[in-house]
């Protein structure tokens, strides 16, 4: 199965959002939907059903070790012309030692994670199949700020490509994991 770890803003910061980037959607892009809007913290790929209990024991143990985060959404940026995102602002340096700790599961869990990238904890808005010029996205979300949350947990989510509505990804929560009281 396709696994990832992810931080979901809560409805009240998938709605703000939305209404933002609702005059932005047009057809150049391939958007998002806001029921899918998260941040990963790792990314696992393709994991054998063998290795998840090991990987879920690490991972409560990796959210137990943190503190509940103060988020928020700001910003706006770009991927080689192919991503639009909107950025995170607030515990963003225990967010990234969240991150590697969830990279360190799946690693220890024999799932390792893709680690190309260094982490920049993001929100994907929209895709494009090929490079497009994003300038006129990103200005307009540039000064964007969401109202700002306290992340209380993680989760675990099973991704299937192409299953959910207009062949779009399809996520489900496979387990979740609480931060620390």
Known sequence: MRLFVALAPPAEVVTDLDARVEPLRDHVLRWTAPDAWHLTLAFYG????????????????AARRCPPLELGLAGAGRF?????????????ATL???????VAAGRRAGAPADEVRRFRPHVTLARSARPVDLRGYVEALAPYASPTWTAREITLVRSQLGAGEGGRPRYATVSAYAFRA
């Open 96 to 102: 990234r030692n969240l991150s590697r700790s969830a």
């Open 46 to 61: 393709e994991v054998g059903e063998e290795r998840l209990a090991d990987l879920e024991v690490r991972l409560e143990r």
């Open 80 to 92: 080689d012309g192919r991503a639009l995102w909107v950025g995170c602002v607030g515990d963003v």
